[in-house]
């Protein structure tokens, strides 16, 4: 192709190009494609790949270990572009359907949401999204079970005491302003609410 791409067509443990799935995506000099414990680096002047020779002691296991890690990563970094809507919209409305469908294919769906990244450059989302995820995992396990429950339970009884605080208050700062307004109508009217509060005790008398 002119420009030069790299299309992956097939099933199993994809490729990864500088360490990413992919479906298809352009080829840069310098470009590097990981499959199966092999290094494919795209080459300068000439356009070819050259395989890159194994360190001593690498096999394919150790190459579908290392692949491991990186489809992890894929598969997050899918999940926070569609969380903040860096990707194409139309594949994430096509992959939550599949999930509702009980239909989901991760890898795939990694694969479709990462080629339709649409992250602006300088644009910090993804890293606060990721470092807030990265935080809510690392306290999950304070939420469940019976150090969760009274954590939440001491969270609730400091939020109900706290509404009964405030509304007390209200009440308070109520009164004494209206008890202001009669004194203050006492002192320049004269007026007296003694008959108007008789009246109110003498409905609870009968």
């Known amino acids: 192709m002119s420009p030069p791409r790299v299309v992956y067509i097939g099933r199993g443990d994809p490729p990864l190009l500088d360490g990413r799935v992919f479906e298809q995506a ?25 395989e890159l020779e194994e360190e ?13 890690p990186d489809e992890v990563a894929g598969r997050i970094r899918s999940g926070l572009l569609a969380d903040l809507n860096l990707t194409d919209k139309q594949a994430v409305k096509r992959w939550r359907a599949a999930v509702i469908a009980s239909e989901f294919d991760s890898a795939a769906c990694a694969r479709e949401l990462l080629a339709g990244e649409q992250v602006p450059p300088g644009d910090t989302r993804m890293l606060e999204r990721a470092t807030r995820l990265q935080r809510d995992l690392l306290m999950s396990a304070h939420q469940r079970g019976a150090k969760g429950v009274r954590r939440r339970a001491r969270a ?12 007390l208050i209200a009440i308070l700062i109520y009164t004494l302003v209206v008890l202001a307004v009669m004194l203050l109508v006492r002192v320049e009217y004269g007026t007296s609410f003694d008959g108007f509060i008789d009246r109110i005790l003498g409905v609870f008398d009968r």
């Open 56 to 68: 001593p002691g690498q096999d394919g296991s150790d190459g579908a270990a290392g692949a491991i």
């Open 156 to 167: 609730a009884t400091r939020t109900g005491a706290a509404y009964v605080l405030a509304n």
């Open 26 to 50: 352009p080829l840069e000099s310098g470009s590097s494609l990981q499959w199966r414990g092999a290094v494919l680096v795209f080459g300068q002047g000439a356009s070819v790949l050259e």
